[in-house]
């Protein structure tokens, strides 16, 4: 039995749009453009409505994946909209970066989008490609800065420049442990802006009291249910424990959940029986049967309409998900899998960021092993990363 999420504690994940008293001064006398989507509320009222209410010229919005309601499936194409007589410009499709047409009567860019702090989560390199207009069209970017779950973790493999791609275009490790506004000064002072852009960038910092509430939620072993998702999948707190981890099965046969209320928190596939699980590893997982359907936020998912065997993740222990890839997990699933098509396709280097890490797993390297191959690694980039923290780790 799949174990629901607590819908009676639902959670809003705060952050420093909710600080006007920061950022109104900087842009009460301009024309502006948003970099905003469905996570963008102020109590219950979204940025445009709250600041447009202030008399604020709001001229243009851009929308990341997603769509500026967060509404279309990953990897779905987003067209341009209006947002009652204000164009929205989507970042997502095409054109992933701002154009010199979009920027037109644009005097200052704000951007507030709630990421969750893993590299294949797109939202930073729409951060990029805005920095980058931004740093080319000489218009200043103001960041509202969000709380990111795994902010005090950093882990995975670093990003290898010939794998870069929109689901990974720095060189940093899966978990960065980083705000978005740390981030933003990283990408500017690291010169990964197309010719060493600078970007003129201020960063609106979160409060202490954000910080330490956001959490006492992504801290507590229960599961709380998002009132407004990032996305359309990562509908609550352990969803987003688990995303580093199960986001990696997006580059196998293996099933996440897409097409069922539990996406991100769930593993299988119609090809595994419950045999094979009760011999596994992680026969002491509870085992469940799920079936994906078509639905606005996965159309089209794997194992659509088909009966799958797999397990509950949502009871996988604390310690072995928050802020860390779990390869226990990952390599069981893989030691299990039995068919005649190859367990890894060409997304998975993507994912992961470099090559040898599907070859490391097939060659039967240890979890100590492979951890191991990471450590210099992960020590130069937490160097690199200091330099821009803005809270206290």
């Not at 001064?25 to 502006?32: A, G, Q, V, Y």
């Not at 992933?96 to 930073?124: A, H, M």
């Not at 500017?188 to 006492?216: A, R, V, Y």
Request: hydrophobic share 35%; aromatic share 12%.
């Amino acid at each position: 039995m799949i174990q629901s999420s607590n819908t009676q504690d639902s959670l809003v994940i705060t952050g420093a749009l909710d600080r006007t008293d920061l950022y109104l001064d900087l842009i009460s006398d301009k024309k502006i453009g948003l970099v905003v989507n469905q996570s963008s509320m102020i109590n219950h009222t979204h940025l445009v409505d709250t600041l447009i209410s202030l008399d604020i010229d709001v001229v243009s919005i851009f929308s990341p994946e997603h769509g500026f309601k967060g509404d279309f499936e990953a990897g779905q194409e987003v067209n341009n909209k209006l947002y009652g007589d204000i164009p929205i410009y989507s970042l997502y499709g095409k054109n992933k970066k701002p154009s010199k047409s979009n920027f037109e009567n644009i005097e200052i860019i704000v951007f507030d989008l709630q990421d969750v702090g893993v590299r294949f989560y797109t939202y930073i390199s729409t951060l990029h490609y805005v920095m980058e207009a931004c740093a080319e069209y000489k218009v200043p970017l103001i960041v509202l800065d969000r709380y990111n779950p795994h902010i005090y973790h950093v882990d995975g493999p670093i990003l290898k420049n010939e794998f870069a791609s929109f689901v990974g275009m720095h060189p940093v490790p899966v978990i960065y442990g980083m705000t978005i506004g740390e981030y933003a000064l990283m990408i500017n002072q690291e010169s990964w802006l197309k010719d060493s852009l600078i970007c003129d960038l201020n960063i609106i910092p979160l409060s202490t009291l954000q910080i330490s509430s956001n959490n006492q939620f992504f801290h507590s072993s229960k599961n709380f249910f998002l009132k407004t998702p990032p996305s359309p999948n990562l509908k609550t707190t352990k969803s987003i424990k688990l995303y580093p981890t199960l986001c990696l099965f997006e580059g196998t046969p293996i099933s996440i959940g897409r097409g069922t209320d539990h996406p991100f928190e769930i593993i299988g596939a119609s090809f595994f029986s419950l045999e094979e699980f009760r011999v596994s590893k992680l026969s002491k997982m509870p085992i469940i049967r799920f079936m994906p359907r078509s639905r606005k936020e996965s159309f089209n998912p794997k194992f659509k309409d088909e009966n799958c065997i797999g397990i509950d993740c949502q009871t996988v222990k604390e310690s072995s998900v928050v802020g860390r890839i779990n390869l226990d997990l990952f390599i069981n699933i893989y030691n299990m899998y039995s068919q005649k098509s190859p367990f890894f396709n060409s997304f998975f280097k993507k994912l992961v960021g470099n090559s040898n890490l599907e070859f490391k797993i097939i060659d039967g390297w240890s979890v100590k092993e492979i951890r191991k191959s990471w450590e210099n690694d992960l020590q130069s980039f937490k160097k690199v990363r200091e330099k821009y923290l803005i809270y206290p780790r």
